[in-house]
């Protein structure tokens, strides 16, 4: 594994609305659960990041598709039960929650801050969906070149096709891909 020493796991859009749509007969919590667990005993940083549109909606435009799906649907909405982290992935006291605008970590956010700050020159990627969130962070950290690990089965997307075209086709020519499992077993030696 090319995990470096100033790595950080980022958990994107683990969210209780997100799951409810996404559903979990996948085992993608558990898998996740299993990434987290490590990253913390490895000491590397667990960064969370969530999608948070203020409430009188002045930060979205029902302009285009995604957004205007979002807006009718009411998902996404900052401080409501539905955005927040699911329990079974929750953050612990001191762990960074990053709130992004968009689709990307890094979109309306101030992840470059602290991935800064935490001196972070490699990212770890996992979250729901596949086609969201982790698409649109991947195509930002590689126009920023930062190398990239994408833990395949820590990721989950409403179309499996999309997420097996995604994790077996596209995302090997950017990142390293693995599991959760794997990764998990390489920090740990």
Not at 84 to 103: N, S, Y
């Amino acid at each position: 594994m090319t995990t470096g020493q100033h790595s950080a796991l980022l958990v994107m859009d683990i969210q209780r609305d997100v799951v409810a749509l996404a559903g979990d007969g996948s085992g993608c919590l558990p898998r996740l659960r299993t990434a987290i667990d490590a990253a913390r005993t490895a000491g590397i940083p667990v960064i969370y990041v969530v999608m948070g549109l203020r409430p009188d909606i002045p930060d979205a435009t029902p302009r285009t598709r995604i957004l205007a799906n979002v807006i009718q649907a009411g998902l996404f909405t900052e401080g409501a039960h539905g955005s927040q982290i699911h329990p079974d992935v929750a953050p612990l006291p001191g762990e960074t929650v990053v709130t992004k605008r968009r689709g990307s970590a890094f979109s309306g956010s101030d992840m470059e801050l602290v991935l800064r700050t935490h001196d972070v020159d490699h990212l770890i990627l996992t979250g729901i969906a596949t086609s969201g969130v982790v698409l649109h962070t991947a195509c930002r950290a590689n126009d920023m070149d930062l190398p990239l690990t994408i833990l395949s089965d820590a990721c989950l997307d409403l179309d499996p096709d999309i997420h097996r075209t995604l994790t077996e086709k596209l995302f090997p020519q950017w990142a390293e891909v693995t599991t959760a499992e794997a990764w998990a077993e390489s920090i740990a030696k």
